[in-house]
């Protein structure tokens, strides 16, 4: 669907998010690394939330924003603007393609979810389909069994092999537990790979 992740996102999602000069330079590659810097708002949410009562412990000091795959930062409106465009790309709930695509395959129980927020609800051909959330933050999220992120987990040993079927290529599994130069370099593709031990 994608022809090579560091196309710009802007070429394959038309909904508006991605107009914007500085927008239109974020690539999927970017959002992969959490280095976007996408700006905008979604779900009743800024790109540039901080403070205490949104962040917590973790509290965001006020920053500029940088250009587009030069700065790594953990941002959940950024991680859901990604989500939204996977959404929107698929034409199909991020959970269903999840459960037919990975956690099927692999046996994974009944139990998990990947819940959206209350107002992340879009129309795609017609139909409401909910955008979930990458972080849990605001109350969405992958809700999770240790046992069922355990089998994700050995999926990822095993190459992307389960059994004797490749659900993801041996290739994208290298791409995405390999960091990048300096720009976030503990991270992955949406994968925290804790090469620097701090964890």
Same mark, same amino acid.
């Given at each position: ?15 508006? /998010? ?5 927008? /239109? ?30 962040? *917590? ?17 953990? $941002? ?48 795609? $051909? ?33 190459? /992307? ?19 990048? /130069? ?5 991270? *992955? ?11």
């Amino acid at each position: 669907m994608i022809q090579s992740i560091n196309d710009p996102v802007a070429k394959y999602i038309k909904d508006g /998010g991605y107009s914007s000069e500085h927008n /239109g330079k974020v690539t999927w590659e970017h959002h992969s690394r959490q280095t976007s810097e996408w700006e905008g708002e979604l779900w009743g949410k800024k790109y540039d939330f901080i403070g205490k009562e949104a962040f *917590g412990r973790g509290e965001r000091k006020p920053r500029e924003l940088q250009e587009p795959g030069s700065f790594y930062e953990y $941002n959940d409106v950024r991680i859901n603007r990604f989500a939204l465009s996977l959404l929107r790309l698929w034409e199909k709930p991020l959970p269903e393609v999840l459960e037919d695509e990975i956690m099927d395959p692999i046996d994974a129980s009944e139990t998990w979810r990947w819940v959206p927020y209350r107002n992340s609800i879009v129309e795609i $051909n017609g139909k409401q389909m909910p955008s979930v959330s990458g972080g849990t933050r605001w109350g969405g999220g992958l809700w999770i069994s240790a046992r069922d992120e355990a089998r994700f987990g050995y999926l990822f040993l095993r190459n /992307g092999r389960w059994k004797d079927k490749q659900l993801i290529s041996e290739q994208w599994v290298k791409e995405a537990t390999t960091s990048r /130069g300096t720009v976030g370099p503990d991270y *992955g593709y949406l994968w925290w790979l804790n090469t620097e031990g701090k964890a």
